[in-house]
């Protein structure tokens, strides 16, 4: 065992790596962290980062948060705490910068057109997530049932998400969904 | 926009948007930022959005720094970025301890694998959203840029920094020649 101010030193730079590489968002590096944290550095195994992946996706925020997660297994809470500034603070600050240009500029026609050029790719972003995250959780078809139902209730009605997710989490826990 | 938020109302409400997003925060952010409190329009959401997804780092973070450096200045973004971190990172902290505990019983697998399949629903339903009125206005222009992004990212599961490079520039160009 290393000490663990080595440890906390590691988790910063690769994190703050990974934040400046993070095109797309955190699932774009989550191969990276895998590699890093499963095959180069032994913090846990390939299990462990799994249960690990899929906690961060079922809790509420944002799913980077699977980074606090490798921080935790790798360093206790300074550990998440190191992880989690170091994915965040990098890239947040680049943001900053930019979107203060980007504000400045807003009657610009370049900037128009690069407004309405970008969000027909973003939205398509969105489309692939939602395949991706889809293909990930519909392991049988009572799962693809449920998907489909929240996307048609969400996508039809004004309902509250969370009713949704509610009574898929309170299926899955009865056993219905197996 | 009606009335700049602060940043206390910008802490608050993000905070909101990422205790309510479980399965992933985007969803909510688009409904409570466009659809409840009109902080931002639906188009100007899908611009946001994707000069956020342009720079790296997590993309909601990223929106959150906009949003909030638009109402407030730094103070703003280090408000909006606050409420939507700290409280999830806790929860996801403690969750995991939990589950080091309790993660073998089935019951708590089967939840999971409901409220996963359920969040996938809630990404789909966004998406949707997200594509109407880009649909119903220019289809022509959007629908082919739309697409390929799907098939390269979410289909052959290409790098993204190469499929940015591939489609933004031609998308732009194109908008740029035919503006309006």
Known sequence: ?178 | MSEAPSPRQLFVTFLGIALSGFGGVLPFARRTLVERRGWIGADDFNETLALCQSLPGPNVVNLSIVVGARAAGWRGSVAAVTGLVAAPAVIVTALAMLYARFGGIAQTQGALAGLAAAAAGLVVATASRMAAPLLRRRWRLTAPFMLAAFAAVGVLQLPLPYVMAALAPASVALVWRRPG
């Open chain 1, 1 to 178: 065992m290393k000490p663990l101010g080595d440890t906390l030193s590691v988790l910063a730079v690769q994190f703050a790596l990974l934040s400046l590489m993070a095109f797309g968002g955190a699932n774009a590096v989550v191969p990276e962290i895998h590699r890093q944290a499963v095959d180069i550095r032994h913090w846990m195994s390939d299990r462990e980062f799994a249960a690990l992946f899929a906690i961060a996706q079922a809790a509420p925020g944002p799913n980077f948060l699977v980074s606090t997660l490798i921080g935790w297994k790798a360093a206790g809470i300074a550990g998440a705490l190191v992880a989690t500034l170091g994915m965040c603070a990098p890239s947040c600050v680049l943001t900053y910068w930019i979107s203060k240009l980007w504000d400045r500029r807003r009657e610009a026609p370049w900037r128009v057109a690069i407004g309405a050029g970008l969000a027909p790719v973003a939205v398509g972003l969105v489309c692939s997530s939602a395949f991706v995250l889809a293909r990930a959780a519909d392991r049988n078809w009572r799962l693809a049932a449920v998907t489909g139902l929240c996307a048609a209730a969400l996508s039809f009605s004004r309902i509250s998400p969370l009713w949704c997710l509610a009574a898929a989490a309170a299926l899955g826990f009865a056993g219905a969904l197996a």
